[in-house]
């Protein structure tokens, strides 16, 4: 191999952790506000074959930018694992209901992924937040979810009930095709839940007995 492509090589593997299905643009603290932001990431998702991992922790994306990574993620049918935490930093809590309704969520659905862990921890979106992934979690794209992680988000109490019921509909949707979800992990500190929401959200897992870690 050439001097200059193994140097091509080298800075590919510094911009991405790549295995085992793993593309991660983890800590870079990435601005994209425009289409035109995303494109590098864009080619580079469009470019993983078997992209299984997406780490997108520590970056911020504004609704067209969301946009043109969803319309890549479109196609991304092995997806299994979204660690999507600290990802609106410095967006209004009212953008990111808009982010999941018009592109993140409904990306995912669409293409058909079967997701076993997602991590939208530390974002900030308080009850609005949940119901723009409430779509999501009611879809057959959570029927598999193994791990939900939803630390420091500012649910409070009616994120809380919103999130229980979306478990709930998940729950019956998929024991009626034969596979009931069977969470392992959920996580939801930090989170001013207070009783009403801690209550709803028990009532919920009361479904299914199979979840292992529970934080509150």
Same mark, same amino acid.
């Given at each position: 191999?050439?001097?200059? +492509?193994? *140097? #091509?090589?080298?800075?590919?593997? !510094?911009?991405?952790?790549?295995?085992?299905?793993l593309l991660s643009f983890k800590g870079k603290s990435l601005k994209l506000n425009t289409a035109e932001d995303a494109e590098d990431v864009v080619k580079e998702i469009e470019e993983f074959d078997g992209l299984e991992a997406l780490r997108f922790e520590g970056n911020t994306v504004r609704v067209e930018a969301a946009k043109a990574i969803a319309k !890549?993620?479109? #196609? #991304? %049918? $092995?997806?299994k694992r979204c660690h999507w935490s600290d990802m609106f930093t410095g967006r209004l809590r009212s953008e990111i209901p808009?982010?999941?309704?018009? %592109?993140?969520? &409904?990306? @995912?659905?669409? !293409?058909?992924? $079967?997701?076993? &862990?997602? +991590?939208? %921890?530390?974002?900030?979106? /308080?009850? +609005? /937040?949940?119901?723009?992934? &409430?779509?999501?979690?009611?879809?057959?794209?959570?029927?598999t979810l193994q791990e939900l992680k939803l630390n420091n988000c500012g649910m409070g109490i009616g994120g809380g009930k919103i999130l229980? /019921?979306? @478990? #709930?509909e998940c729950h019956r949707k998929s024991t009626a095709q034969g596979k009931p979800l069977a969470l392992k992990v959920f996580m939801a500190g930090r989170n001013h839940l207070e009783n009403d929401g801690a *209550? !709803?959200?028990?009532?919920?897992?009361?479904v299914s007995m199979r979840i292992r870690v529970v934080s509150h």
């Open positions: 191999m050439a001097s200059e +492509d193994i *140097t #091509k090589l080298a800075e590919s593997l !510094a911009k991405t952790q790549v295995g085992r299905g !890549a993620l479109e #196609k #991304k %049918s $092995q997806l808009l982010l999941w309704y018009i %592109s993140l969520g &409904e990306a @995912l659905i669409s !293409a058909g992924c $079967q997701l076993v &862990e997602l +991590d939208l %921890s530390d974002n900030a979106f /308080g009850p +609005d /937040g949940v119901s723009g992934f &409430e779509a999501l979690l009611k879809s057959p794209t959570c029927f229980a /019921g979306a @478990l #709930k *209550t !709803a959200l028990a009532e919920a897992f009361t």
